[in-house]
């Protein structure tokens, strides 16, 4: 299968999030709670080829950081709002993880991944905020 299948076939909520829906706060929450930094989340709702509605990017300084911000995150949303991520990449290398709850797409990186990678730039046409720790 290839990755443009993965996205097209992944599955589709009829109902838009927004940034005050209890799954956008517990993310956000839960990396703050592990002190995740330069926190912001793109608002993709508008950008016609995104495969969300949000993604939430942030870094870490460690590998270690990187997996205690990953595994916050799945925990307090299973608790909270009772889902599990469709998807979850990146927990080897510990180096960019992505968690995919099909709206809402969570980036945790370290510093030089992100700066390499540039997501932010790759969606410049989406809404940014920046969510302070």
């Known amino acids: 299968m290839t990755a443009l299948q993965v996205l097209t076939e992944r599955p589709k909520r009829t109902a838009r999030l927004t940034r005050n829906s209890k799954l956008f706060k517990t993310i956000i929450n839960a990396i703050r709670n592990k002190k995740g930094e330069n926190i912001i989340s793109l608002d993709l709702k508008k950008v016609q080829e995104a495969v969300a509605d949000f993604f939430i990017v942030c870094e870490a300084s ?47 990186f370290q510093p030089e991944n992100r700066k390499f990678y540039k997501l932010e730039e790759m969606w410049n046409d989406a809404d940014r905020i920046e969510h302070s720790a």
């Open 62 to 108: 460690s590998h270690v950081q990187v997996k205690a911000i990953a595994d916050a995150v799945e925990e307090e949303v299973k608790q909270n709002c009772e889902e599990l991520p469709y998807r979850h990449e990146g927990y080897q290398a510990l180096q960019w993880v992505l968690i995919d709850y099909v709206n809402i797409v969570v980036h945790i």
